[in-house]
């Protein structure tokens, strides 16, 4: 479908789609909006009508997840027990799972690190380690163990090859993040 018949949200979809794919495969920093323009077929002025500055353009990439993780812990609720972990562990799998290109990016490339666009994801990330962690004073091996265990999460899902079952690299990443944790896996109906 040509630009021009898509509407100003499938256009702005379709930004960020192009955007991340080239910040993917050059970076942040190397990755210039006329570069993002010229692949979309449109002007520069036209991806200035969607987002004013690069900057601008990763904050909405970033968006979705962020808006997830928020998600997330918003449903765990101030609950801290095994079950309650385990939710959130699951949660996050499906989170990171649902944004893997993205989270790639995020630690790969240093230049996407130390934009600002992160500023609203690092208290969610503190709430994250509190509630995998189960207590809410948390100290410096519970925080390592939460580490670790979101370590294990990313490595096997942002590292699993094409042709890897998914449904295994879930379970491993799960069965990892749970032994790190202390959590034993629930049981199987």
Known sequence: MALQHLTRDETRDRILKVALQLIADQGFAATSTREISERLGFTKAALYYHFRTKEDLLAAIVAPAIEDLRMLLGKAGPRNGPAARRQVVEGYVDLVASHTELIRVIFDDPSVRHCG????????????????????????????????????????????????????????????AYAVLGLHAPRSA
Do not use: C, K, M, Y
Request: charged share 20%.
């Open 117 to 176: 666009v992160f500023a609203p994801a690092i208290p969610l990330h503190d709430r994250l380690t509190q509630l995998l962690s189960g207590t809410e004073v948390v100290d410096s091996a519970q925080r390592a163990r939460v580490r670790a265990a979101l370590g294990a999460i990313h490595a096997a899902l942002l590292n699993a090859a094409l042709d890897d079952d998914q449904d295994v690299v879930r379970a491993t990443a799960l069965a990892a």
